[in-house]
């Protein structure tokens, strides 16, 4: 039986849109009767993630996760996707909260890395998603080896998301290239690009096989639980 998805969008909004798309491309359908019906709140007033997993006087954005994923059920969603990481570090008080099922974007990208055989999977993510642990608990559940950046390397990765994708501005291949060869030197069999702003760099400048998208696993779990087929075999 097919089901609606709901999306909680706005974290951040590029990345929300990204994935509306990727739904599309990626659903096995000729006709749009054929597609996944879904509804997005693209939630812009939803507090910045990272800021209050570093600093908890900061504005708390789960109420405004559990009151989207109301509405998003109200409206008629069978179950839920967020495309941000950071905001899964939430992911069980969502849930328990949630009318519906809440897609675990962090598990599922984690899942897709042990398939494919990756031992040593570096981590690209925000300071807070790092902070909270869940890519890492998550790659070890699957016997794979974590591996983060180094202080000189996260910075960079967080000017790359916070400076340039959030702010409407494009990363040059030259900027991707020291973070790329970093991790790589980190002998890292795969990178989990595990920011859904970091989805939007391979979107513009076609990252190489090096890469598992988080945005891209999301975007294929859903339509799968959707009860619909993807329209070519499963990549990264």
């Known amino acids: 039986m097919r089901k609606t998805l709901g999306i909680i969008g706005g974290v951040g909004p590029l990345a929300t849109m990204f994935i509306g798309e990727m739904i599309v491309?990626?659903?096995?359908?000729?006709?749009?009767?054929?597609?996944?019906?879904?509804?997005?709140?693209?939630?812009?007033s939803i507090p910045d993630r990272t800021a209050y997993i570093l600093d908890q006087t900061?504005?708390?954005?789960?109420?405004?996760?559990?009151?989207?994923?109301?509405?998003?059920?109200?409206?008629?969603?069978?179950?839920?996707c967020i495309p941000c990481n950071t905001a899964h570090t939430f992911y069980e008080e969502l849930q328990s909260a949630s009318p519906v099922?809440?897609?675990h974007m962090?598990?599922?990208?984690?899942?897709?890395?042990?398939?494919?055989?990756?031992?040593?999977?570096?981590?690209?993510?925000?300071?807070?998603?790092?902070?909270?642990?869940?890519?890492?608990?998550a790659l070890i559940e699957q016997d794979i080896e974590p591996v983060v950046p180094d202080m000189a390397i996260q910075q960079q990765v967080?000017?790359?998301?916070?400076?340039?994708v959030k702010a409407g501005k494009e990363v040059t291949v030259q900027q991707w290239n020291v973070i790329e060869q970093a991790m790589l030197q980190l002998?890292?069999?795969?990178?989990?690009?595990?920011?859904?702003?970091?989805?939007?760099?391979?979107?513009?400048?076609?990252?190489?096989?090096?890469?598992?998208?988080?945005?891209?696993?999301?975007?294929?779990?859903?339509?799968?639980?959707?009860?619909?087929?993807?329209?070519?075999?499963?990549r990264v």
């Not at 900061?58 to 839920?80: C, F, H, S, T, W």
């Not at 967080?158 to 340039?164: R, W």
């Not at 639980?225 to 499963?234: K, Q, S």
């Open 25 to 44: 491309r990626r659903t096995s359908a000729t006709k749009d009767q054929e597609h996944v019906h879904t509804i997005i709140d693209n939630d812009t």
């Open 58 to 80: 900061k504005e708390n954005p789960v109420p405004y996760l559990i009151k989207d994923a109301a509405k998003l059920a109200n409206a008629g969603a069978d179950l839920i």
């Open 101 to 103: 099922p809440v897609i």
């Open 106 to 137: 962090i598990r599922e990208t984690a899942k897709r890395a042990a398939s494919i055989g990756a031992k040593r999977v570096g981590i690209l993510a925000t300071d807070g998603t790092l902070a909270s642990g869940v890519y890492q608990q």
């Open 158 to 164: 967080m000017s790359v998301i916070y400076d340039y």
């Open 187 to 234: 002998d890292c069999d795969k990178i989990i690009l595990g920011c859904t702003e970091l989805s939007i760099v391979n979107k513009d400048l076609k990252l190489e096989r090096h890469y598992i998208d988080s945005l891209l696993i999301l975007a294929e779990s859903a339509i799968i639980a959707c009860g619909y087929e993807l329209n070519n075999p499963i």
